[in-house]
């Protein structure tokens, strides 16, 4: 693998969703040229309905009705997908759950099961079902099962909305940690803005119908300025606010 060698290279001359019956035929996507570096971690921005999913199915691979490509880099084979929801099994426990991911002749499944489970605070609820959990602990059993193939590409769409403050907090702390320990190219969608900052190496904003990209920055900040509440205040003043 190369240093700064790109990772994805999205290139989207066009995404038309269809009509449907009373709904006309939607350019959604127009123009998207995006270049993803190795490590870097993408957050996706814009207003709803401007085509972040799309654009994010399209890269997984999900959507292939478009026009355009993306082509991956060397070592970028590994990739994990989170959703909104956290789309856990029912029958399944927590352990199960993250475990179902790895290949079947992985030969260290159990302790790399069990060694994620700790580091997302979950060993106790290993043995539990997902109804039983929050909602807070079912989106760190959807992180653990995320991190646990050690993945080369991670897409994440909103993951954490729908949580109280602090249980936000505390997964986006632990994705920084997660993302530190062991750096992968993410491309991480959300609306919430402080969020963006604390995650981003750089912020890609999408508008317009179709949508394309209007602002595209870097986010220089190092892993403890991402829990410092004035620091990310201030760059968010400067992304946001300045224009
Ligand atoms: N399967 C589909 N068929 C037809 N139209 C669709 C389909 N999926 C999405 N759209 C439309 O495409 C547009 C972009 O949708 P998309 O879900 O990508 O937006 P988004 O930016 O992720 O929005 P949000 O922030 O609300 O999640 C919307 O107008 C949506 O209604
Ligand atoms: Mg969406």
């Excluded at 401007?50 to 691979?61: D, E, F, R």
Aim: hydrophobic fraction near 45%; charge should be negative.
């Amino acid at each position: 693998m190369k240093q700064g060698e790109p990772a994805i290279q999205v290139s989207i001359k066009q995404k038309v969703f269809p009509a449907i019956a009373e709904r006309p035929e939607q350019a959604v996507l127009g123009g998207v040229e995006l270049t993803v570096e190795r490590g870097s971690f993408v957050v996706l921005t814009g207003p709803s309905g401007c085509g972040k999913s799309t654009l994010l199915n399209i890269v997984a691979g999900l959507d292939t009705d478009y026009q355009g490509n993306v082509t991956f880099g060397a070592d970028t084979g590994k990739l994990s997908f989170m959703f909104q929801t956290p789309r856990l099994l029912p029958w399944r426990t927590v352990e199960e759950n993250v475990s179902l991911v790895l290949d079947e002749d992985c030969k260290d499944a159990e302790e790399r099961v069990a060694a994620i489970l700790a580091r997302v605070g979950l060993s106790e609820a290993a043995n539990a079902y997902p109804e039983r959990l929050s909602l807070g602990m079912q989106r760190r059993a959807a992180l653990a099962r995320a991190f646990v193939i050690e993945p080369d590409v991670l897409l994440m769409d909103e993951p954490f909305v729908s949580l109280d403050d602090p249980s936000a907090d505390s997964l986006r702390a632990l994705l920084i940690e997660l993302w530190n320990r062991r750096p992968t190219t993410v491309l991480f969608v959300t609306h919430d803005r402080i969020e963006a900052v604390m995650l981003a190496t750089r912020l890609i904003r999408l508008g317009g119908r179709p949508a394309r990209i209007v602002q595209d920055s870097g986010v220089d900040l190092s892993p403890d300025e991402r829990l410092d509440r004035e620091k990310v205040l201030a760059w968010r003043m400067r992304l946001f606010e300045s224009a």
